[in-house]
């Protein structure tokens, strides 16, 4: 019996790379008529990744090196289509087919529903469905009587062109647009509550992506990226900024070389949060007003699953609430992918996660038992947050591969109820293992060393 993996954008092609590797049968289906994802419909024609190529392509396919450091919607089209050609995965892609309902049936089996109206059993199914498209609209006080839309909608620059515009919203998408206004709109109002970090795409000349700090202590990160932001971007009070009232990492880092510079230039205004709205008037917390002929929403969007029962659905505002970053302990053959927000992006870690997701099926398979159940005696824990960075993923990939979680499946079918993984308190460096008492002891005196050259820099 088969497995269906649901869509065609980066993971689920890898996805598909991966089972058909392991010779896993599948079927593969996706809603529109090309593969590309949000890539293909959900970005405008005038967007760039914020990170480099090395961290945006497969770690079995690198981009072509004619392509540029930072890329564009038809670059990673091109890309996408070219990985799916050279391995072959497009035959088995269904193309304009939609899943509109699935449901767990006896026996540990899954029944998916089609729009055509037919159905399909199957073994498991692989949800890759993505987290940009079902778009959340702030909650604006008043009516606004002109032009609305969500940045969902935004596709090019002709629709600014002679506007006053203020966008909402201090994400990536919000900074672009804003600096698209500055160029060809009459008016560019950015308005959000909290300030963003901004972080630039490179320093020197070389994308933030290629920068490679090995051994780093994790307490020591927050003064490294401290000390990139002072020099790279300096203090928010330079821009009229207020200082964000949260960590760098808290929420997910703005990234933009040109809002800096247009703020610096005065062709794009800042106002902290709206206040009410009247016809084409919208007043700001300071009582400033503004009269606009367009409102673009820039808020995100929220985690969805249309075709998943209630019961299925396991989610905080943006967080899967899962185990492993994948899968739930109560349910077999439940495969989610690609749903979380990765710093730098997912491009490099989609090939080494779909090899994870093959080695939960084996193990499936093979135990009986819901992966989420192996992993969670692996110690693993309910996710708390959707932001992660590579370097922690990447951590994650290496201590689960089959062979760890076979060892786990057969103590655990053994002694289900009295076997616990042990943890130890010492860690190893090399061939010599340091008690947690000693690294403690190091922390400490490294800590304050630090903490006294941070004095010297006023950030």
Known sequence: MKYVIIGASPCELAMAKALKEAEISYDHIEADDELGGNWLHGVYKTVYTDTCKEVMQYADFPMPDNFPDFLSQSN??????????????????????KVVWIEAIETNLWKVYFDSG?????????????????RKYPDLPGKFTGEYMHAKEYKDPSQLKNKKVLIIGSGNSAADIACECARVA??????????????????????????????????????LIKLLLRISFGK??????????????????????????????????????????SSKTV?????????FDLIVAATG????????????????????????????????????????????????????????????????????????????????????????GSKEIYSWLKKHNYKSMARIFFKVKVRPSSWRVSSRSTRTCGSIEFSSLVILFFS?????????????ISF
Request: overall charge positive; charged content about 20%.
């Open 236 to 277: 928010h009070s330079y821009y009229n900024l207020d200082i964000p009232k949260h960590k760098p990492f808290d929420k997910h880092p703005t990234v933009s070389e040109e809002l800096p510079y247009y703020l610096k230039h005065g062709r794009i205004i800042v106002k902290k949060g709206v206040k009410d709205i």
């Open 118 to 134: 037919n159905s399909e059993i199957y073994k498991g199914v692989v949800i890759c469905n993505g987290h940009h498209w079902d």
């Open 186 to 223: 009459d008016l560019s109002v950015l308005s959000f509550v909290d300030s963003p970090w901004i972080f630039p795409k490179s320093i020197m000349g070389i994308p933030l992506g290629r920068f490679k700090i090995k051994n780093c202590p994790a307490f020591l990160n927050p003064i």
């Open 283 to 291: 007043w700001f917390a300071d009582d400033s007003s503004y009269d």
């Open 301 to 388: 969007y929220k985690l969805s699953f249309p075709f998943l029962s209630k019961s299925l659905i396991r989610t905080e505002n943006q967080n899967l609430i899962c185990i492993g970053h994948s899968v739930s302990p109560d349910y077999k053959g439940l495969f989610f992918m690609g749903l979380q927000q990765v710093r730098g992006g997912v491009g490099s870690l989609a090939s080494a996660f779909s090899k994870v997701i093959v080695d939960l099926i084996r193990v499936e398979e093979e135990s009986g038992l819901p992966g989420g159940m192996i992993l969670q005696t692996m110690n693993n824990k309910i996710s708390s947050t959707n932001l992660y």
């Open 76 to 97: 990673m089209l091109e890309y996408l289509n070219q990985y799916a050609t050279v391995f072959k995965l497009k035959e088995k892609i269904r193309f304009g087919v």
């Open 444 to 456: 400490f005196s490294v800590s304050i060393l630090f903490f006294a050259l941070s004095c010297l």
